[in-house]
């Protein structure tokens, strides 16, 4: 049983670029949440999708957004890339309200 | 502000020896978790404390969510080369029950460095 699958592993853009992550839950999960770690930091939340919509989002700005596919797989896009936005993506999937299961991550540099 | 403190923030010790993190905050949680992160990974889930005053024992980990469930803290025993990692704690915001789901908020975090 694949756990959550997160891709690409690493990923090198430049400011002012566009940018998609993408996630597959574990099997069986229906919710997926990101979230942005700085190195040496703890995780900050940015948003969660459950039934292909945004249910809760924290303090980030709108360049921010995502998408859940009909497959529960989900997807994070960023607009205009700026530095402060290299970090860990983290994505985390969970069955309805139950605990959260983490993949290991899409580490993004921005330069 | 975090709405969950963790100290101390680095941690070196040697093979053998004992140590306590603590997370604290000035909110109630209904639940807890802590976490363990190795460099290249996501978070791995150790446990979730429900009840104040809850203490769970895994194998020389112990956690213990305080009475008033605002604070919670993780002891090892005997720490190995083999702890090494960024250990977290965290709760859920934004709902009401004992299991994790919703925003969860982070601790900042704990680097603990364990030498042979």
């Known amino acids: 049983d694949a756990g959550v699958t997160q891709s690409p592993t690493h990923l090198i853009k430049t400011r002012g670029q566009q940018v998609t992550l993408r996630c597959s839950p574990k099997?069986?999960?229906?919710?997926v949440s990101w979230y942005q770690q700085a190195l040496g930091q703890g995780p900050q939340f940015i948003f969660q999708y459950y039934e292909e919509e945004e249910r809760q989002r924290g303090n980030f700005p709108d360049r921010f957004s995502g998408h859940q596919f009909p497959n529960y797989s989900s997807e994070l896009n960023v607009n205009a890339l700026l530095l402060g936005d290299s970090a860990l993506y983290l994505c985390a999937s969970s069955f309805s309200r139950s605990i959260q299961y983490f993949g290991a991550g899409t580490r993004l540099s921005v330069l | 502000t975090q709405l969950l403190e963790q100290s101390p923030q680095f941690l070196s010790i040697q093979e053998g020896e004992n140590l306590t993190v603590y997370c604290n905050s000035s909110?109630?949680?209904?639940?807890l978790q802590w976490y363990r992160q190795e460099p290249g990974e996501g978070p791995v889930l150790l446990v979730t404390v429900v009840t104040g005053g809850e203490v769970k024992k895994l194998k020389r980990l112990t956690f213990q969510f305080g009475d008033a469930r605002k604070d919670s803290s993780l002891h090892i025993t005997a720490a190995q080369p083999g702890d090494t990692g960024l250990y977290l704690c965290?709760?859920?915001?934004?709902?009401?029950?004992?299991?994790?789901?919703?925003?969860?908020?982070f601790g900042q975090g704990t680097i603990l460095t364990v030498h042979p």
């Open positions: 965290a709760g859920p915001r934004g709902g009401a029950g004992g299991t994790s789901y919703g925003k969860l908020t």
């Open positions: 909110s109630v949680f209904s639940s």
């Open positions: 099997s069986g999960h229906d919710t």
